[in-house]
């Protein structure tokens, strides 16, 4: 069975979008630049050609990787039930041990933004808060060790 991505309507049109550019807009500019580098001569000293077929491979795996996760997309529905965490909860934690609050959007892997604390339903955290309630204590075992989170609120 091949593995699910949840992600949200929104997610998965965003997806499609950036796989759309990337396959017909950015493949093009890719193979430009490839052509336009091969017109300068000598191959193995064209620092522009092996520059735009490495961006080239990348670009084809960033496809194949994207095209794999909206292939296996579960939409996930908008849930309003704000009575235990679900994939689009935002949450409201206290970690005893630094004493302090972080918010977290709790999203799919194709839509988790750690700088915008939009964290995996996978990650750590994630897996940890998924089906708790508001006032419950969750264990987080991370790779550094196991901490525990409040859930002060949830959104």
Avoid at 68 to 95: F, L, Q, R
Wanted: negative net charge.
């Amino acid at each position: 069975m091949a593995e699910q991505f949840f992600m949200t309507k929104k997610g998965y049109d965003e997806a499609v979008k950036q796989l759309d550019y990337l396959t017909k807009v950015k493949r093009a500019e890719i193979v430009e630049r490839i052509q336009e580098a091969r017109s300068h001569g000598d191959l193995s000293e064209n620092a522009e050609y092996d520059a735009a077929r490495n961006e080239q491979a990348a670009n084809e795996g960033e496809i194949l990787e994207l095209d794999y996760k909206i292939k296996n997309a579960v939409i996930i529905e908008e849930n309003e039930d704000n009575s235990a965490v679900h994939i689009g909860s935002k949450v409201t934690v206290y970690d005893e041990d630094m004493e302090e609050e972080a918010t977290y959007t709790i999203m799919g892997t194709t839509e988790a933004d750690a700088m915008h604390n939009i964290i995996s339903n996978e990650s750590p955290v994630g897996a940890a808060l998924l089906r708790h309630k508001k006032g419950e204590r969750v264990t987080v075992k991370a790779p550094t060790g196991e901490y525990i989170l409040k859930i002060l609120k949830i959104d």
